[in-house]
């Protein structure tokens, strides 16, 4: 029986430790050792179909997240065993796949983005619903990271060959009309000129400082609103 790999997670907080999800809807643990890993035999499994994106938390050592084809997220703790160790479920959290997650640093935050072209903000402390929605990008969703020193800034990248910059902290809820389109205010920044648009990672240490890799090349960015 064949099987691949869709996404790898390192966790910071134990070094080595190692999550892999595959096609067949299983997580792996491996845990390192002087000179390779042992892949655990017992694999978290809740999901129903592909993993399409796994993320440690960056606060606590032993939670990590995931989602996946079968439209949930889930919140997992690797101390109980394989078959406990899903601790939350957001069943129906897009209305197509779930692409990919990211942890907030500072606050209870999660980021989605779908196969549905949303990316939707969850609280932790109160997951029977989405804190916020934003509908901009006319393809799937195919990155997302908050900024990680702004809490409420965070970047997404699409599959019509757009990355976008939003501020959850600009509070109006009434949206902009700009060519007759409507522009949620949370929007801050467009950034086009790739195609195939696959990855964006904020730098660390330079503030406002994007890289985004695509099909064509790769950019490095700065812009003037975060």
Not at 83 to 109: G, L, Q, Y
Not at 131 to 142: E, M
Not at 156 to 176: F, M, R, T, Y
Not at 211 to 220: A, M, V
Request: glycine letters at 6%.
């Amino acid at each position: 029986k064949q099987w691949y790999q869709r996404r790898v997670a390192i966790t910071a907080g134990r070094q080595g430790y190692l999550l892999t999800g595959d096609c067949t809807r299983h997580i792996h643990m491996w845990t390192p050792r002087e000179s390779d890993w042992i892949v655990s035999q017992q694999t978290y499994s809740a999901h129903g179909s592909s993993v399409e994106d796994i993320q440690w938390s960056p606060n606590e050592e032993h939670v990590f997240s995931s989602c996946s084809t079968d439209k949930s997220i889930r919140v997992w703790d690797d101390r109980a065993a394989a078959h406990k160790a899903c601790m939350i479920t957001v069943p129906n959290a897009h209305e197509s796949d779930v692409n990919v997650i990211n942890w907030n640093r500072s606050e209870p935050f999660l980021v989605s983005g779908g196969d549905d072209g949303v990316i939707k903000i969850w609280d932790l402390r109160k997951l029977d619903s989405h804190a916020a929605l934003f509908k901009h990008h006319t393809g799937p969703i195919t990155s997302v990271e908050w900024h990680p020193s702004d809490s409420s800034v965070f970047g997404a990248s699409g599959e019509d060959n757009q990355v976008s910059l939003w501020d959850l902290g600009v509070e109006s809820s009434e949206a902009l009309v700009i060519n007759d389109t409507e522009v949620p205010p949370q929007l801050l920044f467009i950034h086009q000129g790739q195609e195939e648009i696959k990855e964006l990672h904020w730098h660390p240490h330079i503030e406002g400082v994007l890289i985004t890799t695509s099909l064509d090349n790769f950019n490095i960015f700065k812009t003037i609103s975060v």
